[in-house]
């Protein structure tokens, strides 16, 4: 799928699910590709992450505009774009064979399982220390979990919200780095062969 294709096709997602709104926004007014009145707009005042997008999809007037916002959410916001990208292939694929659909559900059910296994080793305070580097993750191309989304939220919840937004095998290497940032070697290596 060509990048002007992806950032129309997946607006409705991009909007809801970018969290680095202003970075992105810096990068493409530093490359010219926006204006500095639209910028001005999408940093302005408490708006939400999705406010903030549809004003810089506003501002997305042209083809080459709407490329580079797509090369800096491949920098960015890696695993949205992978697992964007990763519909289309699956629906692509469940048109082909239902069999096929049925084996991809089941994968992410095993590592949704596995994610699940791991966190239940972690004690209350190590699950809370967990959920906190997840959104404060400061590795290139992971964009962090917001706050709200894992105020209260249970090990089950963790897991929900971590494959949602980084797919299945980035929430794997999500929970690899963070075990490993927590000193939980022996946590992360049970995440080898995933």
């Given at each position: 799928?060509?990048?002007?294709?992806?950032?129309?096709?997946?607006?409705?997602?991009?909007?809801?699910?970018?969290?680095?709104?202003?970075?992105?926004?810096?990068?493409?007014?530093?490359?010219?590709?926006?204006?500095?009145?639209?910028?001005?707009?999408?940093?302005?005042?408490?708006?939400?992450?999705?406010?903030?997008?549809?004003?810089?999809?506003d501002?997305?007037?042209?083809?080459?505009?709407?490329?580079?916002?797509?090369?800096?959410?491949?920098?960015?916001?890696?695993?949205?774009?992978?697992?964007?990208?990763?519909?289309?292939?699956?629906?692509?694929?469940?048109?082909?064979?239902?069999?096929?659909?049925?084996?991809?559900?089941?994968?992410?059910?095993?590592?949704?399982?596995l994610?699940?296994?791991?966190?239940d080793?972690?004690?209350?305070?190590?699950?809370?220390?967990?959920?906190?580097h997840?959104r404060?993750?400061?590795?290139?191309?992971?964009?962090?979990?917001?706050?709200?989304?894992?105020?209260?939220?249970?090990?089950?919840?963790?897991?929900?919200?971590?494959?949602?937004?980084?797919?299945?095998?980035?929430?794997?290497?999500?929970?690899r780095?963070?075990?490993?940032?927590?000193?939980k070697?022996?946590?992360a290596?049970?995440?080898?062969?995933?």
């Open positions: 799928m060509d990048p002007v294709t992806f950032v129309d096709q997946f607006r409705p997602d991009l909007i809801e699910r970018v969290s680095m709104v202003i970075p992105i926004a810096d990068y493409l007014l530093q490359d010219g590709m926006i204006q500095k009145e639209a910028y001005n707009k999408i940093c302005v005042g408490n708006l939400t992450s999705e406010d903030r997008m549809r004003q810089l999809y501002a997305l007037n042209s083809d080459t505009a709407k490329e580079a916002f797509y090369k800096i959410l491949q920098k960015k916001e890696k695993f949205l774009v992978q697992d964007l990208e990763a519909t289309v292939k699956t629906r692509d694929q469940a048109d082909n064979t239902k069999t096929q659909t049925t084996e991809l559900a089941g994968i992410k059910k095993n590592i949704s399982c994610l699940l296994e791991i966190l080793d972690l004690d209350s305070n190590e699950l809370v220390i967990f959920q906190f997840l404060d993750i400061r590795h290139a191309g992971i964009s962090p979990i917001p706050k709200c989304e894992l105020e209260k939220a249970n090990r089950p919840t963790t897991v929900e919200k971590m494959v949602d937004r980084y797919r299945e095998d980035g929430a794997v290497e999500v929970t780095i963070i075990l490993t940032d927590m000193g070697n022996k946590l290596s049970a995440l080898d062969n995933y």
